[in-house]
């Protein structure tokens, strides 16, 4: 989306990345993100990036920003900015609920709001992290139990660092993909450490784009994702996504991702003034 001369998760000459997921990265001559989202990101593309710290006051183009954490995963980040006729709160992909490998969610009063809608319909209702954590655990020790050694797709970067953490507190041990390592590598650097990665683990962790994941799962197999099996998610949930709405405050609603669309008319029927928009808008404010 492009805000006057700024790219928010769109490539532009001044662009900010919210975080480090392959379908948010940005090209331009100037990227503005965190730290961790630098690091992250550099594993797999280039680019000038500017760092800059949460809470910290900058400029980006012509507007006053600061950024939040998002929740999402390490270094993930929404951005505020002072526009002439108010302020907007763009939050990339975001996580109400603490996650264990996350910085704590925060969200500012804004005039504007931007949110991501992924699961912007109220079937989407997810346990909270520490709910779906007990799933998981209790998954692993039946398979183990049994004599069988559990498989969990997940994605490389965030979820499988949280599924990581998640098995280290409670002590089991895991072997993640090489991409997984990488990543994991970062987190370290960042003081989420993981001391529980060993080539015989207990529990395998593959990439849930891996062929395997088209057929049928056995039944020490596990899909760990908000459309999965086992909804340990690092997205925010319908309800989660109220929530972040009604501590925004804001006057006007934009939609975007996901069941955008859905969410929007949800937001209207509560009085908001609400739009769904693409990805690749210009928003233009009255």
């Known amino acids: 989306m ?11 000459r001044v662009a900010f990345q919210s975080h480090a997921h392959a379908d948010h990265f940005v090209s331009g001559e100037t990227i503005f993100a965190t730290k961790a989202t630098k690091f992250l990101s550099h594993l797999r593309k280039g680019g000038f990036y500017r760092t800059v710290e949460f809470g910290e006051e900058f400029y980006i183009g012509d507007f006053r920003a600061r950024l939040y954490p998002a929740g999402h995963m390490l270094g993930s980040s929404g ?49 909270s992290p ?46 993640p993909s090489g991409r997984m390592l ?39 197999e596990l899909t760990v994702s908000g459309f999965g099996e086992l909804k ?16 925004v405050r804001p006057e006007r609603v934009f939609t975007v991702y996901g069941f955008a669309r859905e969410f929007a008319r949800a937001l209207r029927g509560l009085g908001y003034e609400a739009t769904a928009i693409s990805p690749n808008s210009v928003l233009r404010l009255p």
């Open 2 to 12: 492009i805000i006057g001369n700024v790219g928010l998760d769109s490539s532009s």
């Open 79 to 127: 951005i505020k900015l002072w526009l002439e006729n108010g302020t907007l709160f763009y939050t990339g992909d975001t996580k109400w609920f603490k996650l264990r490998t996350a910085e704590k969610s925060r969200f500012p009063r804004a005039d504007f709001l931007v949110i991501e809608a992924t699961f912007g319909i109220p079937s989407f209702t997810f346990p």
């Open 130 to 175: 520490r709910e779906a954590e007990k799933k998981l655990i209790a998954f692993v020790e039946e398979a183990l139990d049994r004599g069988k050694r559990p498989v969990l797709y997940v994605n490389q970067t965030g979820k499988a660092q949280e599924v990581m953490k998640v098995l280290d507190v409670h002590g089991y041990t895991v072997k």
């Open 182 to 220: 990488k990543v994991a590598r970062v987190y370290s650097k960042f003081g989420i450490d993981f001391g529980n990665i060993s080539r015989n683990g207990d529990v395998v962790l593959r990439s849930y784009r891996s062929p395997e994941v088209g057929n049928s799962l056995s039944p020490w």
């Open 232 to 247: 340990l998610s690092n997205h925010a949930d319908f309800w989660e996504l109220m929530k972040i709405v009604e501590r």
